[in-house]
């Protein structure tokens, strides 16, 4: 039934039952991974009833069958996993994390003489984490007496978000905690309010959409950083595990993944070691076994 949106007043948020909140459930982790929990069920009712009426739909299980049929139901599911999951970020999330990747990259470009390094940013969001990134290494290039690069790919499961980020536009309360020097060195004035990051750091970053529920899809080998944090704290944890171990396979010999505190527990394989260092969790894959 599709109801013309002038009559949409006449229409309040309409209650899931149990048989439809246990179908959009299980979708969206098969989908996605995130679990949902019965608390979240107002949550999942609001976003839906948004959308709904957005494309002039009044019944969940429509809906449903619409998101099943063909093209036009991937098209339409972009749009709503947008609105279905969570995209809390800031710059610089969790510092000692980053302190960590600059500890380890200043080991290779110095200790190594590496030239290049490339990093992972997984589940981006709207690409603060990613651009956090570029920022340290950045700095850490500048400092190098010979020629360094780095490359930074930032993958995420919605395309609105990645679009935001490629954008790299943002609020400036969103810089408020950032150190000046990151925003005087970085951004640049976009229109009053609002800051954009500068083009060399932007052209260092490649968002692309890439599900981690669909791993061996992604292009990406040899990384040197891999950077997940709290994307799989939605995830059952055997799906968390059978994650990082993917990830694992990315990193090159030496490489390092950094996860969010406690994210991931009761896991490990015998070519990784835990990495000691200040508040994070952290495993670098060993040279050789
Ligand atoms: C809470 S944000 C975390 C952002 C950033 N990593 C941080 O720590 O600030 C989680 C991100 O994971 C993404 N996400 C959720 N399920 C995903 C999936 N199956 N594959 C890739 N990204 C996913 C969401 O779209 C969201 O942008």
Known sequence: MSVPAEQWSFYGKSELNDEQFNRWRALLEDRTGMQLSFERKSFLETSLNIRMREIGCADYDIYYDKLMSGLSGEVEWATLVDRLTVQETSFFRHPGSYELVVDYCRKLYEDEGRKDIELWSVGCATGEEAYSLAMVLDELVSEQSRKCYYGITATDISLPALAKARDGVYAARRLERLDKHYVDQYFETAEPGRSRVIKRLKERVCFARINVLDLRAAPMQNVDVVFCQNLLIYFQSWRKKDIVTQLADRLVPGGIMVLGVGEVIDWKRPDLERI??????????????
């Open 276 to 289: 000691q260092f200040k508040d994070t969790l952290a495993y670098r894959k060993r040279n050789q076994l």
